[in-house]
T-cell receptor, first 112, second 114 residues
Framework: GESVGLHLPTLSVQEGDNSIINCAYSNSASDYFIWYKQESGKGPQFIIDIRSNMDKRQGQRVTVLLNKTVKHLSLQIAATQPGDSAVYFCAETPYGNNRLAFGKGNQVVVIP | EPEVTQTPSHQVTQMGQEVILRCVPISNHLYFYWYRQILGQKVEFLVSFYNNEISEKSEIFDDQFSVERPDGSNFTLKIRSTKLEDSAMYFC????????????FGDGTRLSIL
């Protein structure tokens, strides 16, 4: 998916630093959340997911935090690498089924 | 690693023409989806499909749209009479099971309506 013309919040981060990407979700009934990474010309790539009965989940170099009180989701990337440069989307399931509702996306630019 | 594949990568069609977008979901997955992303907008859900029938569709998925699983591997989205506003990236996705499962996406078909 191209980002030409898409005005996205942009996070510029130095290579090796940690990145934090935030997402405010809309529906308190959502019980499942996913972070996707989208590189230019490619589809959304699954990174990590979390269910509403958890508040933290860790993967390889990534951590997702869920704060249901304020309906906030964050993705932390440790030791950011140039290959992490992409648009990151959070998605939720507000309808209690398989239908994903995507957020607007955050552009991450890694500075070598 | 298994992946969802979509063809063509780019489709240019005259307004009013029919178009078929093709997808091969991951082989052991049972649930299939179509999403679209109009330039500058969010990724939007169109339809989900299971056991050879639509399980859910959004308000975008009107009578001009249809989906089909013509054989054991392909999953298609047909737009009968395309409109200019159908121009978008169309993504196919699949998941192994229903309910709180990650959906895996293909790289999309860019549909351009002239």
């Amino acid at each position: 998916g191209e980002s030409v013309g898409l005005h996205l919040p942009t996070l510029s981060v130095q290579e090796g630093d940690n990145s934090i990407i935030n997402c405010a979700y809309s529906n308190s009934a959502s019980d499942y959340f996913i972070w996707y990474k989208q590189e230019s010309g490619k589809g959304p790539q699954f990174i990590i997911d979390i269910r509403s009965n958890m508040d933290k989940r860790q993967g390889q170099r990534v951590t997702v935090l869920l704060n249901k009180t304020v309906k906030h989701l964050s993705l932390q990337i440790a030791a950011t690498q140039p290959g992490d440069s992409a648009v990151y989307f959070c998605a939720e399931t507000p309808y209690g089924n398989n239908r994903l509702a995507f957020g607007k996306g955050n552009q991450v630019v890694v500075i070598p | 690693e298994p992946e969802v594949t979509q063809t063509p990568s780019h489709q240019v069609t005259q307004m009013g023409q029919e178009v078929i977008l093709r997808c091969v979901p991951i082989s052991n997955h049972l649930y299939f989806y179509w999403y679209r992303q109009i330039l500058g907008q969010k990724v939007e859900f169109l339809v989900s499909f299971y056991n050879n029938e639509i399980s859910e569709k959004s308000e975008i998925f009107d009578d001009q749209f249809s989906v089909e699983r013509p054989d054991g591997s392909n999953f298609t989205l047909k737009i009968r009479s395309t409109k200019l506003e159908d121009s978008a990236m169309y993504f196919c996705a699949s998941s192994e099971r229903s309910g709180n499962q990650p959906q895996h996406f293909g790289d999309g078909t860019r549909l351009s309506i002239l």
